[in-house]
C-alpha cells in the first residue's frame, strides 16, 4: 500500500544520506577542508611530532655547547715551576779564610771549593788555626785556559793544620805553574796533606822551626804512581 512505499522510501533516503556523509569524509575535496575531523587530528599528530623533533635538536644543541665548552677550557698549569739556568760564577781570584777556628765564618773543618778558579788564583788562611782540619778543593777543569796560580800561604799558627789541600788540573792539554806554597808560623802546615795534579809547584817555603813538621805534598800527575814526599824534603827551609 501506499504507507509502505512511503516507509520504505524514507528509509532509503537515510540511508542514502548516511552512506553519502561517509563517503564525503573520505573524498578528496572533503579531506582538503578544515572541517574534516580526519584532518584535525592528522594535523594534531604531526605537530606533536614536530614539537618533539624541536625539543630533540634543542637537547641535542645543549649537550654539545656543553661539550664544546668543555672542551674549550684552558689548560691547567704545568705541575712544574720554570726555573732560569744559573749564571756562569765570576771567576775568583783569591780565597781568604781570616777567621779563627771557633768563630762564626771560619773555614775550619769545612770543605772550601771555589766554583770558577781566575787567573793568577790565590788562597790565604792567616787566622789561628782559620784552616785547621778543613779540606780545601782548587779545580781547573777539562776545557780550562788558565796555566798559573799564584799560590797558597799559610800565615797563622795552625792555620793549615790537619788540612787536606787539592790542587787538581783536569786540562790535559796544559800544566798549572803554581807559583809557591808558604807555611810562616809555627805549626801553618802541621799534618797538612798537599795533593797536585797536573801541577808544577815552584817554591815550598817553611818560614819556622815546626812550620811544616809531618807534612807531606803527594804528585797524582800519574794516578797509577803517585809520588809523595815529606814537605820539608823539599822545601826551602827559611831558618838555615
Known amino acids: 500500500d501506499n504507507r509502505t512505499v512511503a516507509s520504505f522510501l524514507s528509509q532509503q533516503k537515510k540511508n542514502f544520506t548516511t552512506h553519502s556523509s561517509n563517503f564525503l569524509l573520505f573524498h578528496p575535496r572533503f579531506l582538503e577542508t578544515n572541517s574534516n575531523p580526519f584532518k584535525k587530528k592528522k594535523s594534531i599528530i604531526i605537530m606533536k611530532m614536530i614539537a618533539s623533533l624541536v625539543g630533540f635538536f634543542a637537547m641535542y644543541e645543549t649537550s654539545a655547547n656543553r661539550l664544546l665548552l668543555q672542551t ?37 773543618g769545612t770543605v772550601v771549593q ?72 809555627v805549626g801553618s802546615c802541621f799534618n797538612t796533606k798537599f ?32 809520588l809523595t814526599q815529606d814537605c820539608t824534603a823539599i822545601a826551602k827551609l827559611a831558618w838555615l
Open 195 to 226: 795533593n797536585l795534579m797536573g801541577v808544577d809547584l815552584g817554591d815550598f817555603l817553611c818560614g819556622v822551626p815546626g812550620a811544616c813538621d809531618g807534612c807531606t805534598i803527594t804528585d797524582w800527575s800519574d794516578p797509577a804512581n803517585p
Open 114 to 185: 771555589p766554583q770558577t778558579i781566575g787567573f793568577r788564583f790565590k788562597a790565604i788562611c792567616d787566622g789561628v788555626a782559620s784552616c785547621a782540619g778543613a779540606t780545601l778543593n782548587i779545580f781547573y777543569p777539562e776545557n780550562g785556559a788558565l796555566w798559573e796560580m799564584e799560590g797558597l800561604w799559610f800565615g797563622a799558627p795552625n792555620a793549615g793544620a790537619d788540612a787536606v789541600v787539592n790542587v787538581g788540573n783536569y786540562n790535559p792539554t796544559l800544566r798549572i805553574d803554581l807559583g809557591m806554597i808558604e807555611c810562616s808560623e
Open 72 to 108: 674549550q677550557q684552558t689548560p691547567t698549569t704545568p705541575a712544574y715551576t720554570y726555573v732560569p739556568p744559573a749564571l756562569p760564577a765570576t771567576p775568583m781570584t783569591e780565597l781568604v779564610c781570616a777567621i779563627a777556628a771557633g768563630q762564626p765564618g771560619s773555614c775550619a
